[in-house]
């Protein structure tokens, strides 16, 4: 691949100026600066959204979390994110992979998120949903020198589908034949440490569960793993064993921490602890942290929107810094306890993550790549996503309810699954987040009312409307003339890379 990269929105940056913004920290920086009083472990992070990887043909891209404010010749570590999804969905910038990469990156790792093939539609997607994750790999060590990265030190870290594909990634090596050929020919894709977050290890034996996380022995799931094969585990089982991490682990593999929650109903805990016996068994240096009462799908930080014991996050760090930056258990001590430290006389620069928020805010001025809005008296600013979404509400007539249409209905809750409804927004199959107090769902036509059905985890609400029905909006399209000094927003969707907001969605409000 040419020295020059593709960055989204269809900007073109050179290697030299794209590694000059890097450092200066000119594009998609943290405003922390750095003085003499701040933790010298830490670093300001930086963020390219849409980085083309995969080669002519594809539309999959990665996102780049990085370090910013290197000291002269310093070479950082690097760490591939792989999103989960059960191989059939997913993004490479769900709030799980943006607290990941922004977490490491304040660290001082180089970070690539990425997409890969996933299996939509059922459709077979071996061996190329494995080579597309090793082609990140190679894409980082063939910039290494525009990465500031150091080659030799790269991990891997991935939840539930992402888990199991970054311990494949580890454990699969030149044998298992699973190398891809191009975009970058006989490229290194060795991995020195990986994370397995609640990944499926045996192909073969993925156990149901009971509804508290019970393994169920003796009961395999095997649809999802048939769809991604495109065949049956007794008609092709040495691929099927190819893609299992368990049957490829070897005494050559690199050191794996697996962290995983008993409460589990996805993907079964004896997952881990199989994995566990057998790189024991073969003298692979790895480490399990079993979560009790906790299920599936956490990041770092968060499991349910709740927050997740900072064990988790800590042995994480701790993890890369023993195998990838060659720290002592006491340096990795001291490197996270700078982290803390700096969040605590820092809380507003202590969130990492997607977030969401409601109305009341209005904008300001949008200038330079920023966009700055006034919320309760406040001005808070944010940087312009490369992939964002602008949409403005369209109010149609009060009361014009239509059946089986998706929305989102806004009021407050009531006993036995009331809702009472003052606005009805028709999504048009663009998701959102909740905002205000709301429940999101089908709209249907029922007992001479209206009801909407949010599916079988939440259930069916039925609407109190007010007498002439409630206000109704539509989403549509907009575009960034259309923000302008005095709009209100109704909701919008930012990266938080630690105090740094990076734009992914704004609706306007009705004008």
């Not at 300001?44 to 990085?66: H, K, M, Q, W």
């Not at 180089?110 to 061996?127: A, E, M, N, Q, T």
């Not at 009971?210 to 009961?219: L, N, S, V």
Request: proline share 5%; hydrophobic share 40%.
């Amino acid at each position: 691949m040419s020295m020059s990269m593709r960055w989204g929105r269809g900007q073109w940056l050179r290697g030299g100026v794209w590694l000059m913004a890097m450092v200066c920290g000119a594009l998609m920086a943290c405003s922390l600066a750095a003085t003499a009083a701040e933790p010298t472990t830490l670093h300001d992070v930086g963020l390219r959204e849409a980085i083309p990887f995969l080669g002519s043909g594809r539309t999959e891209t990665l996102d780049l979390y990085y370090p910013l404010e290197p000291r002269p010749g310093e070479r950082f570590p690097g760490v591939v994110i792989i999103h989960g999804g059960g191989w059939n969905s997913g993004v490479r910038n769900a709030d799980r992979e943006v607290n990941i990469g922004a977490n490491l990156a304040r660290m001082g790792y180089v970070c690539v998120s990425i997409d890969y093939l996933v299996s939509r539609h059922g459709d077979k997607v071996f061996p190329t949903i494995i080579q597309d994750c090793k082609r990140a790999v190679q894409w980082l060590r063939v910039h290494a020198d525009e990465l500031r990265l150091n080659p030799s030190r790269i991990g891997c870290i991935g939840g539930s589908a992402g888990g199991h594909l970054s311990a494949l990634l580890a454990l699969a090596g030149p044998d298992a034949g699973l190398e891809p050929d191009q975009p970058y020919p006989g490229t290194d894709t060795s991995i020195q440490a990986c994370v397995n977050l609640y990944g499926i290890m045996d192909f073969l034996n993925w156990r149901r569960t009971a509804k508290d996380g019970t393994p169920i022995e003796g009961q395999p799931k095997l649809g999802a793993q048939r769809a991604v094969m495109g065949s049956r585990e007794d008609a092709d089982r040495e691929n099927w064993l190819r893609m299992s991490p368990l049957h490829q682990a070897d005494r050559s593999d690199p050191p794996m921490l697996q962290i995983h929650g008993k409460a589990d109903a996805v993907v079964d805990w004896w997952q881990a602890r199989d994995m566990k016996a057998r790189l024991d068994e073969l003298g692979v240096p790895n480490e399990l942290l079993l979560l009790d009462g906790v299920g599936h799908t956490f990041s770092l930080q968060r499991w349910s929107g709740r927050p997740l014991s900072p064990e988790v996050r800590r042995r994480v760090l701790s993890f890369y810094d023993r195998h990838l930056r060659g720290c002592t258990q006491q340096e990795a001590d001291a490197r996270y306890a700078d982290l803390l430290d700096f969040e605590r006389r820092h809380p507003e620069k202590a969130h990492y993550g997607q977030l969401g928020r409601g109305g009341n805010a209005q904008v300001v001025a949008l200038a330079d790549g920023r966009l700055t809005l006034r919320r309760q008296g406040r001005e808070e600013r944010l940087l312009l996503g490369a992939e964002l979404l602008v949409e403005r509400l369209e109010r149609l007539p009060v009361g014009d309810l239509r059946d089986g249409q998706r929305v989102e209905a806004q009021g407050r809750t009531l006993d036995n699954h009331q809702f009472e409804c003052a606005k009805v927004i028709y999504r048009n199959d663009v998701p959102d987040a909740v905002g205000r107090v709301s429940v999101r769902g089908v709209l249907r036509r029922r007992d001479g009312g209206w009801v909407v059905d949010a599916g079988r985890r939440v259930g069916v609400y039925a609407l109190r409307l007010p007498p002439d029905g409630p206000a109704v909006s539509r989403r549509v399209r907009a575009v960034l003339g259309d923000v302008r000094p005095g709009a209100q927003v109704a909701w919008l969707e930012a990266k938080d890379l630690g105090g740094t907001l990076v734009l992914g969605r704004l609706l306007l409000n009705e004008e």
